[in-house]
């Protein structure tokens, strides 16, 4: 399963990727952003979504992002451009960490 998330959830552009993404059967709706609708479950916003989408939204800030495996930006120009160059550096921070445990892992059981 591919980890998701999506930055600025609750617009047209961020509604219809809830929509698409919430049908894939490989991807993993990880965290959805919306400062305003911060704890209101994606299913009571979107009645359309219940049984689809178990997750609520959360503000950017409390939002585990670095856990996602791609992250999309439904947000105007400027706050894209603003907050995709952090996203990018902290993602490739967590990945380098997932690889190490992973190589760490391989090590311990080809040594068994």
């Known amino acids: ?65 670095n856990e996602c495996d791609v992250v999309f930006f439904a947000t105007p120009h400027g706050v894209a451009m603003a907050q995709a160059p952090q996203q990018a550096a902290a993602q490739v921070v967590a990945h380098r960490k997932r690889a190490k445990q992973l190589a760490d892992l391989k090590a311990r059981s080809e040594e068994h």
């Open 1 to 65: 399963m591919i980890k998701i998330g999506i930055v600025g959830g609750t617009g047209y552009t961020g509604v219809e990727l809830l929509r698409i993404l919430a049908t894939h059967p490989q991807a993993q709706l990880t965290a959805i952003t919306s400062r305003k609708e911060d704890g209101v479950p994606v299913a009571q916003m979107y009645p359309s979504l219940r049984g689809r989408v178990n997750i609520a939204f959360s503000s950017p800030e409390k939002a585990n992002l």
